[in-house]
């Protein structure tokens, strides 16, 4: 039997199954299954051994997907990151604003390797909370921030300046509670000492989930980054 698996995050099952339509429809063979919950999915591809289509599909499908994808294994996105910091041997920094010691944690409970990568993590929640010499006041109107944007920037930026480490992941944002609704607009700041990019995310859900999908998220962005990179960043 010849088997391949792709995990994704950012996409749901229906999108899927609109992206892989015409795949579905003349699949050659290859019988695919699609599994998905809260934006994390994979997608499953078996042909008999004498199947000769099998590499022609799953390139197609990964093709389409590759955005999306973060692993071409069995893995979830918590180990892919803890493999792949290892296999490269990267130190990492997490200043977790908004998702409060959750990428910490989920990472913690997902390998005890965690540690290898990880040399260091902050939570701040107060107003007058510095990391290194940035305030969050500072970025403070009105009991919101402001410039989410320039502060998870400027966080990454400054942690580079005083810290031995190869990347940065902060998180920030405004989390609204709407008639039982919670409403999460986040940021997050994933980069090193050359490059870093900020991502705007919109979630929805209640408290804990938005804050598992900023997490989820900011970890996705991590391993996008690292894999766009010429590192020995291939986990199968």
Known sequence: ???????????????LLILLEDLFNDSHGVYIEINEF????EIKLKASQTNNNF???????????????????????????IELSKINNIKIIIIECVTGGNIISLLAKASKDYSKCIIETKVPVEK???????????????????????????????IFKFRDCDHVIVTSGNIDDTNNLVSGEIYIAVGNKHSIDVYKNKFEGNRNEVIELASKAAMFYFIKKIRQNNFKNLVK
């Not at 809260?38 to 999915?41: A, D, E, G, K, P």
């Not at 390139?59 to 893995?75: G, H, L, Q, T, W």
Request: with cysteine; glycine share 2%; hydrophobic share 35%.
């Open 38 to 41: 809260n934006l994390l999915s």
């Open 1 to 15: 039997m010849k088997e391949c698996i792709f995990k994704c995050f950012g996409i749901t099952r229906n999108d």
């Open 128 to 158: 007058n909370c510095m990391v290194e010499n940035i305030c969050i006041k500072d970025y403070i109107k009105n009991d919101r921030i402001v410039n989410e944007i320039k502060m998870c920037y400027d966080i990454a930026e400054e």
């Open 55 to 81: 590499y022609d599909v799953s390139k197609k499908i990964f093709e389409i997907i590759s955005p999306y994808v973060y692993a071409e294994s069995d893995m979830t996105i918590e180990e892919t990151l």
